[in-house]
């Protein structure tokens, strides 16, 4: 079947970004699931790709976006968990191979969709996806946060940072988020921070250390530089969680000597390498987050939300650092 999708015609700037009549093979497996998308969401993971290339190649093109929501219109045989005209959300493609979300649909396992509550509207649900999959791996599985302890978000009022604001403080936790505004420390605080921390201002391992007396548990989604000055915040045998790879100790040898538990998070990972098992449970996580923020528990801040065909203006817009929340693309109403 022909849909319209935009295909990145190689690698480079927003430019490169083309919306194109593209082939979508359906029917595929008899467990799969015909979406008409909605809505998809952009990740900074998108503009890695962009830049780089994927990390599969396949004979279709190379389509981003791993985070969507739309209508099912067609089930394969053996599909139970869903039925045309539901509502669902999902992270799947957009790495290479299988055609990622910036499509007019996508064919999806049944065991990644999760049906979206009544309450959750839209924009909502194609954003949740891949930054609740990422917060809650990173805080509930790997970090293991306990009621009470001190939590350190970077970039707090980010596309990931608020989610695990939230997160971290609905297990109880005491939660610090480092902004770059007046106005983010607003927005963070309304989110659940007992403190907030413009790193423009002041240092923050300081001040969350002075606040803390030892941070539990750190989020790092800020990169080598941030995660070194974080080591020396830390309580000992504290937890570090990290979306941008592991740095080095730093010059005191504070991970070493904290006995600090150093965690990569790198949720595309199930999906890379096909982990069915993984992919199932990050769904999962997926519903678990729809129904907080249909209990109202859970909010996901959106910024501006362009036309599918404006996909690199969207992409110009992310990497210009002016998105205070998630970027979507409107794919139909």
């Not at 045309?84 to 299988?98: E, K, L």
Request: a negative charge.
């Amino acid at each position: 079947m022909k849909i319209k999708a935009v295909v990145t015609a190689g690698t480079g700037g927003p430019d490169v970004l083309k919306l194109s009549d593209v082939e979508l093979a359906w029917p595929r497996a008899t467990s799969d699931v015909l979406v008409e998308i909605r809505v998809a969401a952009l990740n900074p993971a998108d503009v890695f790709f962009r830049q780089l290339g994927g990390y599969l190649s396949g004979p279709e093109p190379f389509v981003l976006g791993h985070d969507g929501m739309g209508v099912v219109r067609e089930v394969g045989s053996a599909v139970t968990l869903v039925k045309p005209g539901d509502r669902v959300s999902f992270c799947n493609g957009g790495i290479g191979g299988t055609m990622g979300t910036y499509a007019e649909a996508a064919v999806v396992p049944e065991w990644q969709l999760a049906k979206i509550p009544d309450a959750v509207d839209d924009v909502t649900a194609a954003a949740l996806p891949l930054v609740a999959i990422t917060c809650w791996e990173s805080l509930y599985e790997r970090a293991d946060v306990k009621p009470g302890e001190y939590v350190l978000v970077h970039g707090g009022a980010g596309g990931t940072g608020h989610v695990a604001v939230q997160l971290a403080a609905l297990r109880g936790a005491r939660v610090a988020a480092t902004v770059s505004s007046p106005e983010k420390a607003l927005i963070v605080t309304a989110l659940g921070a007992e403190r907030t921390i413009d790193y423009r201002q002041t240092d923050f391992a300081d001040e969350a250390l002075a606040w803390s007396g030892g941070i539990n548990v750190a989020f790092d989604n800020a990169g080598a530089a941030v995660m070194q000055r974080t080591y020396r915040a830390m309580a000992p045998f504290g937890r570090v969680v990290t979306l941008m790879g592991v740095a080095p100790d730093d010059a005191d040898l504070n991970a070493y000597n904290l006995n600090l538990t150093l965690h990569n998070v790198m949720m595309l990972t199930p999906m890379w390498k096909g982990l069915t098992d993984r992919l199932r449970a990050q769904a999962e996580i997926v519903g678990r987050a729809l129904q907080l923020v249909a209990d109202g528990k859970l909010k996901i801040r959106l910024s501006e939300c362009f036309a599918l065909a404006d996909a690199g203006k969207a992409h110009a817009f992310l990497e210009g650092g002016k998105a205070i929340g998630k970027v979507t693309l409107r794919v139909r109403d």
